[in-house]
């Protein structure tokens, strides 16, 4: 199993600004994923953040708009940059720890007003 | 992608009754897992069962894989079980641990 903690656990921040979200987890892993969860919907892949390269981006979703960097195998981060109120979701980091079990962080919940 | 249904959508219990919620595939898969989700967001790995059958405590899940569904089962609800299931699966052929999500079933289980 793994441990992954995320910071924040939640932010307020006005539009046009930007948020970054960091994933930590207590052991070093394969796969990191992020993932976003808009309200009361269900969960959306991100993009997989991978270790020394560039993020690998689910179609509608932007290296621009989304930065993520994975500097090594226990951590990464998500920059929400120049929000605006439809960014307003849940964000969560997850990792496969190659056990074929998926493990979730506690998720960042963001409002943009 | 591999589309995932569950059903049904919603779902309302008194304490001590027993579900049954189902998630249906569309296609071969390496790794299906149920979550909950409580109300404070955080998802809490229930089953990783790609197939056969597990049982742990008041919960059991059973995937046909052959069949491409699976069910979860909630016995004696309890108040706190409320919240929302969710079945992910990863496609043979996908990206290794890419999970595609259903759309979950909210339970909502009274006292």
Not at chain 2, 65 to 86: C, H, K, M, N
Request: proline letters at 5%; hydrophobic letters at 30%; a neutral charge.
């Amino acid at each position: 199993s793994a441990v992954i903690s995320q910071k924040p656990s939640r932010d307020i921040c006005q539009r046009g600004t930007s948020l970054t979200i960091q994933c930590q987890v207590d052991s070093q892993v394969t796969m990191m994923f992020w993932y976003r969860q808009q309200p009361g919907q269900s969960l959306t892949l991100i993009a997989t953040a991978n270790q020394g390269s560039e993020a690998t981006y689910e179609s509608g979703f932007v290296i621009d708009k989304f930065p993520i960097s994975r500097p090594n195998l226990t951590f990464s981060t998500l920059t929400v940059s120049n929000m605006s109120p439809e960014d307003s979701s849940i964000y969560l980091c997850s990792v496969w720890a190659g056990d074929y079990e998926q493990y979730f962080g506690p998720g960042t919940r963001l409002t943009v007003t | 992608g591999i589309q995932v249904e569950q059903s049904p959508p919603d779902l309302i219990l008194q304490e001590g009754a027993n579900s049954t919620l189902r998630c249906n595939f569309s296609d071969s898969v390496n790794n299906l897992q149920w979550f909950h989700q409580n109300p404070w967001g955080q998802l809490i790995n229930l089953f990783y069962i790609p197939s056969g059958t597990k049982q742990n405590g008041r919960l059991s899940a059973t995937t046909v894989a052959t069949e491409r569904y699976s069910l979860l089962y909630i016995s004696s609800s309890q108040t706190t079980d409320s919240g929302v299931y969710f079945c992910a699966v990863e496609g043979r052929g996908s990206t290794l641990g890419r999970l595609y999500f259903g759309r979950g079933t909210q339970l909502t289980v009274w006292p």
